[in-house]
């Protein structure tokens, strides 16, 4: 089992950042790959980014990209998005996603509001 924790959501301005962070409990965190997702009023959720276990590799929505970076820091059993040049298009809940294999995403965490405003 693995219970995951966001924090770091909030308000900012157009073209500021915010760095969400996913703590994690569980002994074996190094062994999943950890993902971010985001949900928007009336939209479906989807894919931001994802980062494997051993941080070797990672995936980048393309409205993201380049403006988004995930990353791991496995002793601390936590997972990062730091989020830069926000557009209010980000506008979203974030959830943290853990799973044992790729796109297999099995442990959420509660959802952190993310609000860009113009």
């Known amino acids: 089992q693995v219970q995951l924790v966001e924090s770091g959501g909030g308000l900012v301005q157009a073209g500021g950042s915010l760095r969400l962070s996913c703590a994690a409990s569980?002994?074996?965190?190094?062994?999943?790959?950890m993902g971010w997702f985001r949900q928007a009023p009336g939209k479906e959720r989807g894919l931001v980014a994802a980062i494997r276990g051993s941080g070797g590799y990672t995936y980048y929505a393309d409205s993201v990209k380049g403006r988004f970076t995930i990353s791991r820091d496995n002793a601390k059993n936590t997972a990062y998005l730091q989020m830069n040049s926000l557009k209010p298009e980000d506008t979203a809940v974030y959830y943290c996603?853990?799973?044992?294999?790729?796109?297999?995403?099995?442990?959420w965490g509660q959802g952190t509001q993310v609000t860009v405003s113009s």
């Open positions: 996603a853990a799973g044992p294999r790729w796109a297999h995403w099995d442990y």
């Open positions: 569980g002994r074996t965190y190094g062994d999943y790959d």
